[in-house]
């Protein structure tokens, strides 16, 4: 299982990015995929989740209105577009997704991508 973000860089506050994250080693389209972000001194979040289709999204509630998590089934690849950025955004932005049986789990993350929000 390989996860691999990209998209990441420097904005300033109102602008736009968009991540995204390439997946590989299993079946894409039979796991929901999230984004998750890392703040220097603060715990890893939530930002984002899809279901495997990609019907159904979920977003942290600071990210709503904002953040739009998409996915493409054909291309492995799922994205995070992120509009009216700020600077409370900075974070290490990482691809997440569980493999589960109903027995154990095992989570896989990628390296991260960093997002720095500044003027």
């Known amino acids: 299982v390989r996860l691999v973000e990209s998209g990441g860089g420097l904005v300033q506050p109102g602008g736009s990015l968009r991540l995204s994250c390439a997946a590989s080693?299993?079946?894409?389209?039979?796991?929901?995929m999230s984004w998750y972000r890392q703040a220097p001194g603060k715990e890893r979040e939530l930002v984002a989740v899809i279901s495997r289709a990609g019907g159904r999204t979920n977003y942290a509630d600071s990210m709503k209105g904002r953040f739009t998590i998409s996915r493409d089934n054909a291309k492995n690849t799922v994205y995070l577009q992120m509009n009216s950025l700020k600077p409370e955004d900075t974070a290490v932005y990482y691809c997440?997704?569980?493999?589960?049986?109903?027995?154990?789990?095992?989570?896989?993350w990628g390296q991260g991508t960093q997002v720095t929000v500044s003027s």
């Open positions: 080693g299993f079946t894409f389209s039979n796991y929901a």
């Open positions: 997440y997704t569980r493999f589960s049986n109903g027995v154990s789990s095992y989570d896989y």
